[in-house]
């Protein structure tokens, strides 16, 4: 079992196979996961629990993941949250629309889990040597 570390990550997305692999391969890396199926469940669990880091896919039931990324990114609050879109939508207008909205990755689908684990890692040690020294 991996350490415990602090960061906490929200995995949105309504296909559960993706949620219950994604959360097993960063449970594994010792991050606390949050999942959400809906728009809405995204921005309540956003609200409540902060996480640093959000797996969003954009096809969700009623407002898109394109509508959670701009909600997020648009509030003073939580614009420093790191957001991944993870998408099967892969088209050059989707992905400018993603970069438009502030999204920090867009993802195609399919990817291998551990390669979505490197990245979070990466991002996240960048968020950490982003934090000014005490």
Known sequence: MAK???YRILLVDDEPGIRKI????LELEG???FEAITANQAMQ???KERPHLIILDVILFGQSGFDVCEWVKNNPETKDIIIFLFTALNQEHDYR??????CDLYLTKPQNPKDI?????EFLQTKDNALPVS
Do not use: A, D, M
């Open 117 to 121: 684990v490197e990245k979070v890692r």
């Open 45 to 47: 669990v956003v609200k």
């Open 97 to 102: 629309e993603g970069q438009r909205l502030g």
């Open 22 to 25: 994604l959360k097993l391969f």
């Open 4 to 6: 415990q570390n602090p």
């Open 31 to 33: 991050y606390t996961v």
